[in-house]
């Protein structure tokens, strides 16, 4: 029996007993996605997707670093990729044509492969996936984050007073750490008030030292012109003014024109009937 076939039966024991009928051949449903064929076949890991391939570009810095790399013994990595953009940039139109030809095939070649790659999956399956592709970036994300603060001198937050005394506790302990940690927190519970006030100053002393090394270092950023490490930094906000809409100038004039020609008419009528009134009043004189 293969190994892979084994650790299935491996893992179908565990899931759902000796007596599992449960099939080699069937896809694993959604609530036993960690136990799937990706779990037995890479640890855990989901296979990896087909490459990317590089724009044509990269594909010409790709070719020409050795050669590069051969003219410029003393350059670095970053140093070499600027000289091959520079000679990148001097290339016509048509000495670029074979490199974004052969970047194309490539692509259309990727799209392809990575569809093929995608159907091998369920729907619960893909979702996972994704899920932690996700997971992945937010990691390194993270990772990338903490080593910059470090590289910028960030102080560390400071133990409160149970790591104080977990630390102490377990200084020169030996044996099963699991079990020197469960007994722990009752330990801790049972201390004596003396013995953890002890521990609470320790902790105390610690958060203010922090505070003032933290003032220290949020100043310096500030000068460095990096207030968004800075605690309670918040963005300002942009805001864009409204344009007011348009108004219609041929209707507006139009209507003034109207109104114009409206109270012409009203005066002429006016003055039409003051000289009937007179006319009538010399009649009867």
């Given at each position: ?205 610690g958060k203010e030292k922090y505070e ?31 344009k007011k809409p348009k108004r219609k ?37």
């Open positions: 029996m293969a190994a892979s076939t084994k650790l299935l039966f491996g893992v179908h024991h565990l899931i759902l007993g000796a007596k599992s009928s449960l099939s080699l051949n069937a896809r694993p449903t959604a609530p036993l996605l960690q136990f799937s064929r990706w779990f037995v076949q890479s640890s855990g890991k989901f296979p990896s997707p087909p490459k990317k391939p590089g724009n044509a570009y990269i594909r010409y810095v790709t070719q020409k670093r050795s050669s590069v790399k051969l003219q410029n013994p003393g350059a670095d990595a970053r140093q070499i990729v600027r000289i091959c953009a520079s000679m990148w940039k001097q290339l016509s139109d048509t000495e670029r044509q074979p490199y974004f030809k052969d970047a194309a095939v490539e692509r259309e070649k990727y799209k392809s492969e990575f569809e093929d790659f995608k159907s091998d999956f369920t729907i619960e399956e893909w979702q996972e996936y994704q899920d932690s592709i996700r997971l992945r970036k937010l990691k390194l994300k993270r990772r990338r984050k903490r080593g910059e603060l470090h590289q910028l001198g960030k102080p560390k937050l400071p133990a409160n007073a149970y790591s104080l005394f977990v630390k102490d506790m377990l200084s020169g302990a030996t044996g099963n750490m699991q079990e020197h940690f469960r007994d722990m927190t009752g330990q801790w519970a049972s201390l004596p008030e003396a013995e953890r006030q002890r521990y609470m100053s320790e902790a105390s002393r003032k090394q933290m003032q220290a270092w949020e100043k310096r950023m500030m000068e460095l012109g990096r207030p968004e490490l800075v605690r309670g930094y918040k963005a300002k906000k942009t805001t864009t003014k409204k100038v041929a209707a507006t004039k139009a209507t003034k024109k109207a109104a114009k020609v409206t109270r012409g008419k009203i005066a002429a009528t006016k003055a039409t009937k003051k000289a009937a009134k007179v006319t009538r009043g010399k009649i009867a004189a």
